[in-house]
Structures are given as C-alpha cells and as structure tokens.
C-alpha cells in the first residue's frame, strides 16, 4: 500500500506544474456533475405516475410533494389559459436556466481538462529539446524528465476529461427529462383546465406561495462556480 501511494506521488510529481490545475479541473467538473446529479435524485416527478399527477391536475387539492405544488401553483387563482401558462414560464424560467448554467460550466472544464494535457506535451517536448542542446552527463535524466512530463499530463488530462463527458451526457438526459415532463404537465393542464373549476381561487390555508415552487435551495444555495 505505502509503495502504490510512492508510486503515485512520484508519477503526481513527474507530471509538473500542469497536475494542479488539472486538478482543480477535476474538482469543478465531478463537484457540479454530483450536485447536479444529486438534485434531479430529489425531484419526485419520476417517482410519480403518470395516473396520479393526471388526477391531481382535475383535482389540485389532492396533490402530493413537489408535483402537487407545481399543480396548485399553476391552477391556485388563474382564471385563463394564459395565466397557468404565464404560471409554468415562471416555473420553467427559475428551475432550467439554472441547471443550464451548471451544464455549461461543466462542459467548459471538461474541454480544457485535454487542452492543458496538450499544453503539457508542448511543454514536455521543450524541455526534451532543452536536454537534448544542453548535452554533459546530466542530458539522459533531462530528456526522460521531459518525456515524462509530456505523455504523463497527456494521460492525466483525458483521464479527467473522458468520464467528465459522459456525466455531462447524463446530466444532460436528466435535465432534457425534467423539462419534457414540465413540458407535458403543462400541455394536460392547459387541455383540462376550466376556469371555473380547476382555475379555482385558493382557499384558505391551501394557497401555495410561489417561492414555494419557484425557488431552488439545492442550486442557488451552493457555493460552486456557475
């Protein structure tokens, strides 16, 4: 164990300067990757089936969890189609941008992460070529440093960039399926909605406040870079 852990801090030292901030890289990617992962983990609405929220959307009042909200708020006073659309703009406006945002920024970091391996490369090879002018006893050590610099930041950078393409997919897929399905409950709502029935005005103590639906703690509350 102690010689692996040897081993690794000699390749970590091998690879010069360029290892720090591709790891500072590596952070930021899989840092906004899991928090944004985590976040779609706690919204309900693929838990929930598609003949419960239907019902809760001719009936708001039996909703349930953060689906129930978005209903309620949607409906909660409106008394025109154009209102629950006005409704789910607002929704849609606070909840996308912000995950469009965090995808961005990690797309971003995922494609430097190989570009400072190249960048390593470059500076490998000049070292190399240093070593090679330099000549004297000291010129075999120079030139394997300076190899090694090169294929080793190479590596390291597609080695932090490879995964981080397939969590942005996946992001991706999650927000694109969170979307539709706002997409689709609106369409239901707008279809159903009769604004002397579901358009109902709150009563009280069933009114839901739209900070309530349209703020997002688990995003806006976080420290990471966007």
């Known amino acids: 164990m102690w010689n692996e852990i040897l081993k690794l801090t000699h390749l970590w030292l091998a690879g010069g300067w360029l290892m720090i901030p591709l790891l500072v890289i590596a952070f930021f990617i899989y840092g906004a990757a899991l928090q944004l992962l985590v976040y779609f983990s706690k919204r309900e609405f693929k838990k929930t089936p598609q003949s419960d929220w239907e019902g809760w959307v001719l009936e708001p009042a039996d ?26 703009s607002e929704i849609v406006a606070a ?99 009769d604004g002397g029935s579901s358009g109902r005005p709150p009563e009280s103590g069933d009114k839901t406040e739209p900070a309530d639906v349209v703020a997002d703690d688990d995003l806006m509350g976080s420290a990471m870079p966007a």
Not at 75 to 88: I, L, M, S, Y
Not at 110 to 138: C, E, N, Q, W, Y
Not at 162 to 182: I, M, Q, T
């Open 95 to 193: 909840k996308i941008p912000e995950i469009d945002r965090r995808l961005v920024f990690m797309n971003v970091m995922v494609a430097a992460a190989p570009l400072l391996g190249l960048l390593g490369t470059v500076l490998g090879m000049i070292a190399t070529f240093d070593g090679i002018s330099m000549g004297g006893s000291k010129t075999a050590d120079l030139i394997a440093s300076g190899i090694s610099e090169a294929l080793i930041t190479t590596e390291m950078g597609l080695l932090v960039a490879l995964p981080g393409y397939a969590l942005a997919y996946l992001v991706k897929a999650r927000r694109d399926e969170y979307e539709a399905f706002l997409a689709r409950l609106e369409s239901f709502t707008l279809l159903t909605f």
């Open 63 to 88: 909703g349930k969890g953060e689906v129930g909200e978005i209903i309620r708020y949607t409906q909660d006073g409106a008394n025109t189609k154009e209102d629950v659309q006005d409704r789910f």
